[in-house]
């Protein structure tokens, strides 16, 4: 059974770095693409990038080059940075397997960016 | 502004048939498939439809989804309570060389 779990600070100061890892177990991580999505308090739903265990990355242009993500392929993780936060990027952060859909997400994490 | 378009909510009573819209543009509804989720309240969006009108397991058949041109609808047969939720449709972005999703629409069952 395929699990997703994101985890990481709520709590992030504006101008600094939000730091999230996704830990996968059930898969192998070495397998489909693995995705970042986020959730605006009463906002629809917005994807932040993906990438893949050779460590290629895709991300959406309107983050403007705040974003990078890596892998951890022995701990089967994941993880997203997002710098120069401002409370724009206060949202539930979702992790997600690719399967060209999402049949499988993390329950989300809430990061508030606040001083 | 989503990608996406979606009303933002609709409703109808238990046993009722109800659809819900999504338009694009060729960059992603027009040249791909697409996807519905339902996401409850203060959980992570499940997925409900896939490939335009594929059902994963366990998604009752009063769920269909179907799409013409650049746009897509979700058809939900013999409403019932459990099924007021928010729903999101989502289809991969030529331009964006990633996902897009609508706004989502809230589903009241009165």
């Known amino acids: 059974q395929v699990q997703l779990q994101e985890s990481g600070p709520g709590l992030v100061k504006p101008s600094e770095t939000l730091s999230l890892t996704c830990t996968v177990s059930g898969d192998s991580i070495s397998t489909y693409y693995w995705n970042w999505i986020r959730q605006a308090p009463g906002k629809g739903l917005e994807w932040i990038g993906y990438?893949?265990?050779?460590?290629?990355?895709t991300y959406n242009p309107s983050l403007r080059g705040r974003v990078s993500m890596s892998v951890d392929t022995p701990k089967n993780q994941f993880s997203l940075k997002l710098n120069s936060v401002t409370a724009a990027d206060t949202a539930i952060y979702y992790c997600a397997r690719d399967d060209g859909y999402f049949a499988y997400w993390g329950q989300g994490t809430l990061v508030t960016v606040s001083s | 502004q989503s990608v996406l378009t979606q009303p933002p909510s609709t409703s109808g009573t238990p046993g009722q048939r109800v659809t819900i819209s999504c338009s694009g543009s060729?960059?992603?509804?027009?040249?791909?498939?697409v996807n519905w989720y339902k996401q409850l309240p203060g959980t992570a969006p499940k997925l409900l439809i896939y490939?335009?009108?594929r059902r994963p397991s366990g998604v009752p058949d009063r769920f269909s989804g179907s799409k013409s041109g650049t746009s897509a609808s979700l058809t939900i047969s013999g409403l019932q309570s459990e099924d007021e939720a928010d729903y999101h449709c989502a289809a991969w972005d030529d331009t964006l060389n990633g996902p897009v999703f609508g706004g989502g629409t809230k589903l009241a069952v009165l």
């Open positions: 060729s960059s992603n509804i027009g040249g791909n498939t």
């Open positions: 490939s335009d009108n």
């Open positions: 990438i893949h265990y050779s460590g290629s990355a």
